[in-house]
């Protein structure tokens, strides 16, 4: 028979991590981890949340294209024909998605697009690697600026395009099928 008032040993484990992570994350202790109402969830469900932080400030901060052994260091976009490039591009997108990269919001642009956006923007832009398993870096194509107008004209939804022109009282532009439509790599 089982005494319910004594700690089973997994407890216990859950308790002792769960002291190492505090220490652990103590020199880098700010709002983030006192944002989180600990009290509320279970033991085991903190320590993830706490070893994710953990992770995310051990991780090195690189240029994509770095995650890769060897680097990642696709052909310039004026260096290939457009059947080349779209076989390459996939062969891209696959590698990023392998690391845990998605590209959103793409089907307004041509490959030749995307392609000069992955090479010019993402695969040089310096991420924090987080080899986490869990975690995936989802990578807003619609533009630097992340433009509204191509958010609110290919991928928004009527709610998000009302209630965009109900806080910014702008005109909005007209809705359309976005031009490449494609079927990336997704999360599960």
């Given at each position: 028979m089982v005494d319910s008032r004594r700690p089973q040993d997994i407890e216990v484990e859950e308790l002792l991590r769960n002291a190492e992570l505090r220490n652990a994350l103590?020199?880098?202790?700010?709002?983030?981890?006192?944002?989180?109402?600990?009290?509320?969830l279970p033991?085991?469900?903190?320590?993830?949340?706490?070893?994710?932080?953990?992770?995310?400030?051990?991780?090195?901060?690189?240029?994509?294209?770095?995650?890769?052994?060897p680097e990642l260091r696709p052909p310039r976009p004026n260096m290939l024909t457009d059947e080349n490039l779209h076989e390459i591009?996939?062969?891209?997108?696959?590698?990023?998605?392998?690391?845990?990269?998605?590209?959103?919001?793409?089907?307004?642009?041509?490959?030749?697009?995307?392609?000069k956006l992955v090479y010019r923007d993402i695969l040089p832009s310096r991420e924090k690697k987080i080899d986490s398993g869990f975690n995936?870096?989802?990578?807003?194509?619609?533009?630097?600026?992340?433009?509204?107008?191509?958010?609110?004209?290919y991928y928004a939804t009527e709610e998000d395009?009302?209630?965009?022109?109900?806080?910014?009282?702008?005109?909005?532009?007209?809705?359309?099928?976005?031009p490449y439509p494609r079927d990336l790599p997704r999360e599960e």
């Open positions: 103590e020199p880098f202790y700010d709002e983030s981890i006192s944002r989180v109402n600990v009290q509320h033991l085991s469900v903190e320590n993830e949340f706490l070893a994710s932080m953990l992770a995310w400030e051990h991780a090195p901060v690189l240029p994509i294209y770095r995650w890769f052994e591009l996939w062969d891209v997108i696959d590698k990023l998605f392998e690391k845990r990269i998605i590209l959103d919001f793409t089907d307004h642009l041509s490959d030749r697009e995307l392609y995936f870096l989802h990578w807003d194509c619609t533009g630097p600026n992340r433009d509204p107008e191509i958010w609110l004209r395009r009302e209630l965009w022109a109900e806080t910014y009282r702008l005109p909005l532009p007209d809705q359309a099928a976005p």
